[in-house]
């Protein structure tokens, strides 16, 4: 005997399939969404690095001379001025330094000082700066190679006024 009036199980109504399709589409979207945002956010820390470094390498080369410097290159006047202040600095370093340094060093003493970071390519490009001037310095008696490091680096010294008397 059954009873007619029993309570029977409720039916879920057809909008459950409609409203899960529309939950699964939100979080569908939710998630492409935050992926973009992830990816946005590493392309700005990217972008917040490289101005890091070109910042540096701006102010690694902004230091300027008085426009009554002499300048015997005959390159521009704000090139010059550029390699003079790098030989300056890579003599500076060099007389301060207990020992012989390489190139490498130099370049990385010059960062320290001003609180710089570099990328591969402009850290390249400044020891290229940096052995240019160099050379120059040691056709003037300045400094002097004292020899080749690891990886044929080339290792520099500072020469005293007395050791370029002594030559002369």
Avoid: Y
Wanted: glycine share 2%.
């Amino acid at each position: 005997m059954s009873n007619a009036f029993a309570q029977s199980q409720p039916v879920a109504p057809a909008v459950d399939d409609a409203s899960h399709a529309i939950l699964s589409a939100l979080a569908d979207k939710h998630a492409e969404l935050d992926a973009r945002r992830s990816d946005l956010a590493r392309q700005v820390a990217a972008l917040d690095q490289e101005l890091t470094c070109l910042e540096g390498a701006i102010r690694l080369f902004s230091h300027s001379r008085p426009a009554s410097a002499p300048t015997a290159s005959p390159v521009s006047p704000r090139h010059a001025t550029e390699r003079s202040v790098i030989a300056d600095d890579a003599l500076r370093v060099l007389r301060d330094a207990s020992r012989p340094l390489s190139t490498s060093d130099i370049v990385r003493a010059l960062c320290a000082e001003r609180n710089v970071a570099l990328r591969p390519l402009e850290f390249r490009r400044l020891a290229v700066a940096v052995i240019s001037v160099l050379r120059l310095r040691e056709a003037r008696g300045l400094v002097e190679e004292v020899g080749r490091a690891r990886r044929n680096a080339v290792l520099w010294t500072a020469t005293s006024a007395h050791d370029r008397s002594r030559r002369r």
